[in-house]
């Protein structure tokens, strides 16, 4: 589980990708709202009769015509292609919108179980003033457990899961910006769609993961050098403690105490048989009779 790097690594890479979805985003928007949401859009623009098909091309809806054609001036057709190029471009604008917002669900979380801010006390919350107003205390900072202890390793295991499936998911959304940008002119409606749902299905992917992750990491205990060897001291004075008690309920019920290194023979023990008595000396036999007389 996970990508094999450190809690530090994969949250530099996943700020950077941040700042980059951030940047390209925020230049497609302007992008295309100076272009195509512009008022002036549709009263400059100009349909060219080019070959054999009434056609818009995208070099001529910026005002540079290199394609030589007659002029075609028909507003009906007009205000339906630049209605079309409208629509077009606002679906694009929401597709980013929603890849910028989804940024944010599961960094929030990696943040707060790797470096901070966390809210403690209520750590779904991830906004300073309602942590506050909830009754949580607001840490800026947070310090990892002990990756050396072998205790913590599944903690591990989940923030790291959370981690490489973000930073892959927020990569792929990258890329899709990057198609946006860089094949401006082959995205068309039915492309736009499906990157829509690609982007849905990731979204959804992403969210149900970061917070399963989350809170299973929320909920499973980790243990400094100290608290474990604590931990134990009390395991084995419990351990002790059973012990004795079983000890003397043994020694109550009559029963043998348990040997060190074997166990006891259950049932009571059984009373020693009491010694034979010693046999009476027998009478001395009577002198023999007289032999017959002859």
Not at 181 to 188: E, L, V
Request: proline share 4%; charged share 25%.
């Amino acid at each position: 589980m996970g990508n094999g790097k450190s809690v530090e690594t994969n949250v530099n890479t996943q700020t950077e990708l941040i700042q980059q979805i951030y940047a390209i985003a925020a230049e497609l928007s302007e992008t295309y709202t100076n272009k195509y949401l512009d008022p002036k859009f549709c009263t400059t623009l100009a349909l060219i009769y080019n070959d054999r098909l009434m056609n818009y091309r995208k070099q001529d809806l910026l005002g540079v015509s290199t394609t030589l054609g007659l002029s075609v001036d028909q507003p009906a057709l007009k205000q339906q292609v630049c209605d079309s190029i409208v629509k077009h471009y606002t679906d694009r604008l929401n597709l980013i919108a929603i890849i910028q917002k989804s940024t944010s669900y599961c960094s929030d979380r990696v943040y707060a179980l790797s470096s901070g801010p966390v809210c403690t006390g209520n750590p779904e919350i991830f906004e300073e003033a309602a942590c506050k107003k909830s009754g949580g205390r607001w840490d800026p900072y947070v310090v990892t457990p002990d990756k050396d202890i072998a205790e913590n390793q599944q903690w591990y295991n989940y923030l790291d899961h959370m981690q490489d499936m973000y930073i892959k998911s927020m990569s792929r959304m990258y890329d899709i910006l990057r198609q946006l940008k860089d094949f401006d002119q082959d995205i068309t409606d039915e492309r736009l769609n499906t990157i829509s749902e690609e982007v849905k299905g990731l979204i959804a992917n992403m969210t149900a993961t970061c917070s399963q992750m989350y809170k299973l990491a929320l909920t499973t205990p980790t243990f400094t050098k100290e608290e474990l060897r604590m931990k134990q001291e009390d395991t084995q004075t419990s351990k002790n403690e059973a012990a004795a008690r079983s000890a003397a309920l043994r020694a109550a019920s009559g029963l043998q105490p348990v040997q060190s290194g074997g166990k006891g023979k259950k049932g009571k023990a059984k009373a020693a048989k009491p010694k034979a008595k010693a046999a009476k000396p027998k009478p001395k036999a009577k002198a023999a009779t007289k032999a017959r007389t002859l």
